[in-house]
């Protein structure tokens, strides 16, 4: 029922926002000289504000039109290399032959789309062949296509990586550490000519009884029966996915905004005076953030309610106890992938340590491939994008890529 409350709240709202945004280009046509008059520039800004403040449930595109590689631009087209009804394997495909790496930047199905990496992606393709999983949004995926828990994240990571080849690199950020070093072992275990030349796990929760936070706290005050109860609803009948369950990804999206709620506020009434002032730039770096953090998609509840028993309850990875497809998942399978832990300091979702307990997983792995690295000063968000990322973090990521190519 919460489910179609909202979507009965959305659509009450639906004209009073389509008036907002048919009245911007309105408000700012100079042609009779008024647009720049006082009382005008403060209705586009509500209007903008009116706009902005909304959830979509669609992918922004990626945007990622070029990059620059050895001092001279080179074109940037994206190209499904594999899709099944959950994910894309979605290609950023230079326009001009270069001899790069291949790596797969895994992003998490956490409530929203992979463009949610698009910094981090821009950065990695001036210095390799990028693919990133593109993950659907649950609601738009018939229910015959069955269900998806962690067990078919996992296969879609292996299925991934067998179609990019072998001599392929794995980064995962954050939730997808667990499966992507599932993945890992899985296939070095089958001695998959595909296994991954290298993996860097980044700020993700490998073992959350490792200096726990707020989130992992969260995750085990209530069982997971609760979680289902409360937290997980069924698809209305006017989506593609009618009578899929999932957990919204409007509801994760309200309780991230809840936890800095004024910060929110202040970022909204910035920028409403930003635009009122005429300080374009100010007002589009607002607009450009929102438009993405408010893009919001459904997990699938087999892989919402799998991952917090499993990885946020019980643990199961670094007890030797999790399975896929009845097998014991056993990262002491892992000889010659590369390993690369990254954690930052101050980040509060998952605490210096959980994404460290990797490295003591894989008893197998010999020293020289193993590295851990601590970025100061920055938060979650902050190890995969920003200028921490860009200047600190991703030469690390690069250099062990490269080494790792062999």
Same mark, same amino acid.
């Given at each position: /029922?919460?489910?179609?409350?909202?979507?009965?709240?959305?659509?009450?709202?639906?004209?009073?926002?389509?008036?907002?945004?048919?009245?911007?280009?309105?408000?700012?046509?100079?042609?009779?000289?008024?647009?720049?008059?006082?009382?005008?520039?403060?209705?586009?800004?509500?209007?903008?504000?009116?706009?902005?403040?909304?959830?979509?449930?669609?992918?922004?595109?990626?945007?990622?039109?070029?990059?620059?590689?050895?001092?001279?631009?080179?074109?940037?087209?994206?190209?499904?290399?594999?899709?099944?009804?959950?994910?894309?394997?979605?290609?950023?495909?230079?326009?001009?032959?270069?001899?790069?790496?291949?790596?797969?930047?895994?992003?998490? /199905?956490?409530?929203?789309?992979?463009?949610?990496?698009?910094?981090?992606?821009?950065?990695?393709?001036?210095?390799?062949?990028?693919?990133?999983?593109?993950?659907?949004?649950?609601?738009?995926?018939?229910?015959?296509?069955?269900?998806?828990?962690?067990?078919?994240?996992?296969?879609?990571?292996?299925?991934?990586?067998?179609?990019?080849?072998?001599?392929?690199? /794995?980064?995962?950020?954050?939730?997808?550490? $667990?499966?992507?070093?599932?993945?890992?072992?899985?296939?070095?275990?089958?001695?998959?000519?595909?296994?991954?030349?290298?993996?860097?796990?980044?700020?993700?929760?490998?073992?959350?009884?490792?200096?726990?936070?707020?989130?992992?706290?969260?995750?085990?005050?209530?069982?997971?029966?609760?979680?289902?109860?409360?937290?997980?609803?069924?698809?209305?009948?006017?989506?593609?996915?009618?009578?899929?369950?999932?957990?919204?990804?409007?509801?994760?999206?309200?309780?991230?905004?809840? /936890?800095?709620?004024?910060?929110?506020?202040?970022?909204?009434?910035?920028?409403?005076?930003?635009?009122?002032?005429?300080?374009?730039?100010?007002?589009?770096?607002?607009?450009?953030?929102?438009?993405?953090?408010?893009?919001?998609?459904?997990?699938?509840?087999?892989?919402?309610?799998?991952? $917090?028993?499993?990885?946020?309850?019980?643990?199961?990875?670094?007890?030797?106890?999790?399975?896929?497809?009845?097998?014991?998942?056993?990262?002491?399978?892992?000889?010659?992938?590369?390993?690369?832990?990254?954690?930052?300091?101050?980040?509060?979702?998952?605490?210096?340590?959980?994404?460290?307990?990797?490295?003591?997983?894989? $008893?197998?792995?010999?020293?020289?491939?193993?590295?851990?690295?601590?970025?100061?000063?920055?938060?979650?968000?902050?190890?995969?994008?920003?200028?921490?990322?860009?200047?600190?973090?991703?030469?690390?990521?690069?250099?062990?890529?490269?080494?790792?190519?062999?």
């Amino acid at each position: /029922m919460l489910y179609d409350a909202y979507q009965a709240q959305e659509d009450l709202l639906w004209p009073y926002r389509t008036l907002a945004r048919a009245t911007i280009p309105v408000v700012s046509d100079n042609r009779l000289g008024l647009a720049e008059a006082p009382s005008l520039m403060r209705l586009r800004a509500a209007c903008e504000v009116v706009s902005l403040a909304r959830i979509t449930h669609t992918r922004p595109p990626f945007g990622i039109e070029s990059v620059m590689v050895g001092g001279r631009e080179v074109g940037i087209v994206e190209e499904e290399a594999f899709r099944t009804p959950f994910a894309t394997l979605l290609h950023l495909k230079k326009t001009s032959r270069i001899d790069q790496p291949a790596v797969l930047i895994v992003a998490p /199905m956490s409530g929203h789309f992979a463009t949610l990496l698009r910094e981090t992606a821009r950065t990695m393709l001036a210095d390799h062949d990028v693919y990133i999983t593109d993950w659907h949004n649950a609601r738009d995926v018939p229910l015959f296509a069955g269900p998806f828990g962690l067990d078919q994240y996992t296969g879609h990571l292996i299925s991934f990586l067998r179609t990019i080849g072998e001599g392929a690199h /794995m980064v995962a950020i954050c939730q997808p550490c $667990v499966s992507a070093l599932a993945a890992a072992a899985l296939m070095a275990e089958e001695d998959d000519s595909a296994t991954p030349k290298s993996l860097t796990l980044m700020a993700g929760p490998i073992d959350c009884r490792i200096s726990p936070t707020e989130v992992n706290k969260l995750a085990t005050s209530k069982s997971i029966e609760w979680f289902e109860r409360n937290l997980v609803f069924r698809v209305p009948m006017r989506h593609l996915g009618a009578f899929r369950r999932v957990y919204p990804g409007f509801m994760q999206l309200t309780a991230f905004v809840n /936890m800095n709620l004024e910060r929110h506020m202040n970022a909204f009434r910035g920028y409403y005076d930003a635009l009122e002032a005429g300080d374009i730039e100010k007002a589009d770096a607002t607009r450009n953030f929102y438009e993405e953090y408010f893009a919001v998609a459904d997990l699938p509840a087999e892989f919402y309610l799998q991952t $917090v028993e499993q990885v946020f309850q019980e643990y199961a990875l670094p007890k030797g106890e999790m399975m896929y497809q009845q097998r014991r998942i056993d990262p002491g399978a892992i000889r010659r992938t590369a390993l690369l832990t990254v954690e930052g300091e101050r980040d509060d979702i998952c605490g210096i340590g959980q994404t460290l307990a990797a490295q003591d997983l894989c $008893v197998n792995l010999k020293s020289y491939l193993r590295n851990h690295y601590i970025q100061a000063g920055v938060g979650h968000y902050g190890v995969f994008s920003g200028r921490r990322w860009n200047q600190q973090i991703y030469p690390v990521v690069r250099e062990h890529i490269h080494v790792s190519r062999g």
